[in-house]
């Protein structure tokens, strides 16, 4: 019980650790979502593309985050403010997940449904809104969901570059041999997977059911 | 559009189609008269969907052209072609996120007509295909096979296409079912008056509905013959075909003289 009292006696700066926690975690999905979505729906049309750009997240993703935080420290703009650096690199490794199942997703869709619509006269745009993208949709959010959760451990990493968040805990508590320390800030960020798991996934739920 | 009735609503000129090296159609000639039901019957592989396809531009010729009432469809705008001409596939390929009433009103709702028009021109599809009302409001995955393809039959019909093009729309359905949809077939169409292409590999079927039944085989056109003709051609292919079917083929082919 020494950890509750731990927190609730610094919970004003679990708190405001949490926020930052939750801007970066928000920030990089947000981006990721904004460049994932399309880019997945590009190489589900564009059958050419979808090696390279699969590929290419691929390799990013087994870049060690420690590592990548570290290449990114000199880029000009980026360097100049650690949140900016920590939420290039979170989208980043948000991406996989996003661009793979948008294309699992909308390559998924029956091919008949898509012949018969085309057939019909639906213009491409109206095919992607009308039937690609309300057929795919659960699927683009389970790669939603995986990218959030996996950003929320990450995240705690880029304390390392002083970029904030609950990993401030977790090194604090490291450096001080200090559990207590170290579950401050583990114990928040593991609730906060929890629960964008949770919301994402009755997302997902609610919009398969159709 | 003024439109000479006896221009051909649809005419292939000379149309190939290749797929690497692979020749899907050669030199394709046929036309399609107002108001005729004219079935594509071959086997797998011969070329009769991909002709299908060419007519609403979903697969475009090597050479050769496609001329709809006497225009070449390259000439068209293609989503204006492809919303006067009906299509119906043998996986009828319904929204599976749409009611049965928003897959009917799919084109209306594109072309932008007034709900309450669409609403109407709904039920009376509902009615013309023999589906309950009630039926508008569930899903497709609610609906047996015989109802779905029912549904992709109105879809087709919605915006009054002159044009309808069937790919094997009964094929996967059970023999009782089959039968009673080309009856119905054959009743719409006795009201309806549409230029229909009709593809099957089903002989029994192309001979009750077909008004002309053009035969293909391996990218090729064989034979065009209206039904009586047919089941007594001296065509090698189609005496193949009358053969591989067997008996009790006359009484399919006499269904209009009954």
């Not at chain 1, 801007?23 to 981006?31: N, P, R």
Request: glycine fraction near 8%; proline fraction near 5%.
């Amino acid at each position: 019980m020494n950890v509750v009292r731990f927190i609730l006696q610094n919970r004003t700066q679990v708190l405001d650790l949490t926020l930052e926690h939750l801007w970066l975690v928000g920030v990089s999905t947000a981006f990721a979502m904004f460049i994932g979505i399309p880019m997945g729906i590009l190489i589900a049309h564009r059958p050419r593309l979808n090696k390279p750009v699969l590929a290419s997240a691929n390799i990013i993703q087994t870049i060690p985050s420690l590592a990548l935080f570290g290449f990114l420290l000199p880029v000009p703009w980026l360097g100049a403010r650690s949140d900016r650096l920590a939420i290039l690199a979170l989208t980043l490794y948000a991406l996989l997940p996003i661009i793979r199942n948008t294309y699992t997703g909308i390559t998924g869709v029956d091919a008949s449904v898509v012949e018969a619509g085309r057939g019909m006269g639906l213009t491409e745009s109206q095919l992607l809104w009308q039937v690609e993208l309300p057929l795919a949709v659960s699927v683009i959010l389970s790669g939603v969901r995986i990218a959030v959760v996996i950003s929320v451990g990450l995240a705690t990493i880029a304390a390392a570059i002083g970029a904030g968040g609950l990993g401030e805990f977790i090194f604090r508590g490291l450096a001080m041999v200090d559990n207590r320390v170290i579950l401050a800030g583990a114990i928040p960020a593991a609730i906060m997977a929890l629960v964008a798991d949770f919301g994402v996934g009755y997302l997902e739920r609610r919009f398969s059911a159709r | 559009m003024p439109v000479d009735p006896t221009t051909p609503v649809i005419e292939f000129r000379d149309v190939s189609y290749c797929v690497g090296n692979t020749q899907v159609l050669i030199g394709l000639n046929l036309q399609v008269a107002r108001n005729e039901t004219l079935v594509l019957l071959g086997r797998s592989g011969s070329g009769k969907t991909t002709s299908l396809k060419l007519i609403n531009r979903l697969v475009s010729p090597t050479s050769g052209e496609i001329r709809i009432n006497g225009i070449p469809n390259e000439k068209l705008d293609v989503i204006r072609l492809r919303r006067g001409i009906g299509y119906v596939i043998q996986d009828v390929g319904l929204f599976p996120h749409f009611t049965v009433e928003r897959n009917i009103a799919v084109v209306p709702k594109v072309e932008g007509w007034p709900d309450d028009r669409i609403r109407a021109r709904v039920q009376e599809l509902l009615q013309l295909v023999g589906l309950a009302p009630e039926l508008a409001s569930r899903y497709p995955h609610q609906l047996s096979g015989g109802q779905r393809q029912r549904v992709g039959v109105a879809r087709a019909l919605a915006a009054d296409p002159g044009i309808l093009l069937m790919d094997e729309p009964f094929g996967a359905l059970d023999p009782l079912t089959r039968d009673e949809l080309q009856r119905e077939f054959l009743l719409l169409q006795q009201r309806l008056h549409k230029t229909v292409v009709f593809v099957t590999h089903d002989l029994r079927e192309a001979l009750r509905l077909g008004s002309r039944i053009a035969l293909m085989e391996a990218g090729k056109l064989q034979t065009v013959l209206p039904p009586h003709e047919f089941i007594r051609s001296s065509d090698p292919w189609a005496s193949a075909y009358v053969r591989a079917f067997g008996e009790g083929l006359e009484s399919a082919a006499n269904r209009g003289a009954s």
